[in-house]
């Protein structure tokens, strides 16, 4: 049987963002489009996804350690059909003695595990119906891809492809789902799900709070007193930003459509500048500052 905690080389113990580091790691060595036609690495990847559905999350992980999942049934379901195979050939009856104690009934075990009567009410286990497991897949999007939405191919474990329809605005750590495209099925068990957990990567100067965009911009001293109209970035490039006379760092401008979410509902891009000194001031500057300043000083703390 499968142990998740040994493929993925951590304990129980562990927290499950220790158990999703050990997975991104070895997930990202052992990916299939970066390991081209070698089929230990797509077995590899297979074992560490199916690991990580197993104890991923606090839901799953509880289940494993309790052995109530599908896999602790087809363990101890074969492990009967094995111990019912040696009664049959010695002539004992169907019942375990060392490892259950004596007079425990297998069936009432299994009936118990599969729900029903067990075998006697079924006719047999080789009727047995159990559901495919749900899969969890990992997916990068760059940061403007998530914000206007688009569409990707990943290649799964069994070498199928998946498109995979991104959602504009979709926010990191989201799970899209894809209904039966998940494990197999035993019997008439219907096919797991697939989801696939979309991860946002970061972009410099830029930061999302829900569906706006936040960006910080320079700008000279000269521009805040007089004003001015710059180029300001944004994901779907540079645009014109004018900038009122007498603005301070700190103050925040709206570029209107330019955030995250459908055209016809995207959030804006939230500019806050911030007043740039250069960084060799001339002398002469100086002293015309310090002249200026005996006819218009101020005090920027006064009403603090």
Not at 46 to 69: M, N, P, R, V, W
Not at 236 to 244: A, E, F, Q, T
Request: proline share 4%.
């Amino acid at each position: 049987m499968t142990d998740p905690y040994k493929i993925l080389g951590v304990a129980k113990t562990d927290t499950l963002d220790d158990i999703k580091k050990a997975y991104r790691k070895l997930a990202k060595n052992h990916h299939p489009d970066l390991n081209p036609g070698s089929k230990e690495a797509e077995k590899k990847f297979k074992d560490i996804s199916h690991a990580y559905d197993l104890i991923g999350t606090k839901e799953a992980k509880e289940k494993f350690d309790q052995g109530e999942t599908d896999e602790h049934k087809q363990h101890h379901y074969d492990q009967y059909r094995k111990h019912q195979q040696q009664d049959g050939s010695s002539g004992r009856n169907h019942r375990y003695s060392s490892n259950f104690g004596e007079g425990f009934d297998a069936d009432d075990l299994f009936a118990n595990l599969f729900g029903g009567g067990g075998r006697r009410a079924r006719g047999g286990f080789d009727s047995m119906n159990l559901s495919g497991k749900d899969e969890l897949y990992q997916m990068e999007v760059d940061f403007a891809e998530a914000a206007h939405g688009g569409e990707k191919v990943i290649t799964l474990p069994n070498g199928k492809k998946l498109s995979v329809k991104i959602p504009a605005g979709i926010e990191s750590g989201k799970k899209l789902k894809f209904k039966g495209l998940g494990g197999a099925g035993v019997g008439s068990g219907t096919a797991g799900d697939a989801y696939v957990q979309i991860n946002v990567k970061p972009l410099a100067g830029f930061t999302r709070v829900e569906n706006d965009i936040h960006s910080e911009v320079p700008i000279s001293f000269f521009e805040a007193i007089n004003g001015a109209e710059i180029q300001v970035p944004t994901i779907d490039g540079s645009v014109m930003l004018k900038i009122p006379a007498g603005v301070s760092t700190g103050s925040k401008l709206r570029v209107k459509n330019k955030g995250a979410g459908p055209e016809n509902s995207r959030g804006n891009q939230i500019v806050t500048l911030k007043i740039v000194l250069p960084r060799d001031l001339p002398e002469d500057l100086k002293a015309a500052l310090t002249a200026l300043e005996k006819d218009y000083a101020y005090n920027p703390r006064a009403n603090i």
